[in-house]
């Protein structure tokens, strides 16, 4: 199994992974149609587009990739590291992140472009806080990297070698909690539109809340 994961790490994978799938929920069934908490097929999307010449979506779609890279380049001026590790200031991350999905929505509500950029910039500031924590890639945004261990477990399993536990366990968290969370910002665009996104804003505070809590009881522990 490896180094055990602290209790943090596990309920922060699963807390943002959820508030990736309600964000993207919410932009795919929005005005744009458009994915924002991950950009592989943005930039699809934008390879389309410059081969049709719709330079309307190419602005667009340009804006998103930028926007979700401004929110890594913020959490990287924040956090400062590539390993997930007490003490940073991961509180802070997750209250810019409130604010930008608590933004997003009278923009989106107005149909601009505005609003799915402000949520693309925070799921970019979201997934880059966290890359590694003991050779476990923690990625909450998007899931490609996640199937991908989970299909790596299953072959070394059929070929009779070790399994690593603690890996594909935070990859299946992650999963269900993406998952989880399309289903309820699905539930929630249906009945509340935009107001949607209260909800991951609301868990995007909390979480940060939590983890400021549990860094100083770990500092009053130690």
Known sequence: MGIRLPTWVWIGAVALSSVAGMVN???????????????????SQLGMAIAQGDWRAVGHLWGLLVAFSLGAMLSGLLIQAETLQ??????????????????AIPLFEQQQIWGALAAAMACGLQNAMATTFSGAVVRTT?????????????GHLLRGLPLQVRRLTLSGLIISGFLGGG??????????????????????GLTGIVYVMYQQWARWRH
Not at 25 to 43: D, K, N, P
Not at 142 to 154: A, E, K, R, V
């Open 25 to 43: 929920v919410v932009g795919f069934l929005g005005f744009e149609h458009q994915a924002v908490s991950h950009m592989t097929g943005s930039t």
């Open 86 to 103: 007490l003490g940073r200031r991961y509180g802070v991350a997750l209250a810019i992140e409130s604010a930008l999905l608590l933004v």
């Open 142 to 154: 998007h899931l490609s990297g996640m199937f991908t261990d989970l299909g790596i477990g299953l």
């Open 183 to 204: 289903i309820v910002g699905a539930w929630l665009f249906m009945h509340f539109r935009y107001d949607a996104l209260l909800a991951p804003a609301l868990l995007t």
